[in-house]
Nanobody, 121 residues
């Protein structure tokens, strides 16, 4: 079965930095697109950044110039470096991956459980 596990969230002061990671576990699979979304209660889920296998990227306007998404294909892992954090960045950050499987797992989209990021003085 395919599983996504995020890490790296926490409490940070405004202007600080955090680095999130998300690893995809499973056998006989290849990870295609990967992305980070964020969710705030009462608001619609927002795409923060995503990245394809060849490392082309896109970002939400609100994070351009501050966040950087990257990936390590050998480790099936995606990262989100977050700099110059603002209180409005506070959210649960959730990892998404599109997986192609030639083994027991089903091909398609998978989601992690999320990691909390809180930016506050």
């Amino acid at each position: 079965q395919v599983q996504l596990v995020e890490s790296g969230g926490g409490l940070v002061q405004p202007g600080g930095s955090l680095r999130l990671s998300c690893g995809v576990s499973g056998s006989f699979l290849i990870v295609n697109n990967m992305g980070w979304y964020r969710q705030v209660p009462g608001k619609q889920r927002e795409l923060v950044a995503d990245i394809i296998r060849t490392s082309a990227t896109r970002y939400a306007d609100s994070v351009k110039g501050r966040f950087t998404i990257s990936r390590d294909n050998a480790k099936n892992t995606v990262y989100l470096q977050m700099n110059s954090l603002k209180p409005e960045d506070t959210a649960v950050y959730v990892c998404n991956a599109n997986v192609r499987s030639w083994g027991p797992a089903t091909s398609g989209d998978y989601w992690g459980r999320g990691t909390q990021v809180t930016v506050s003085s």
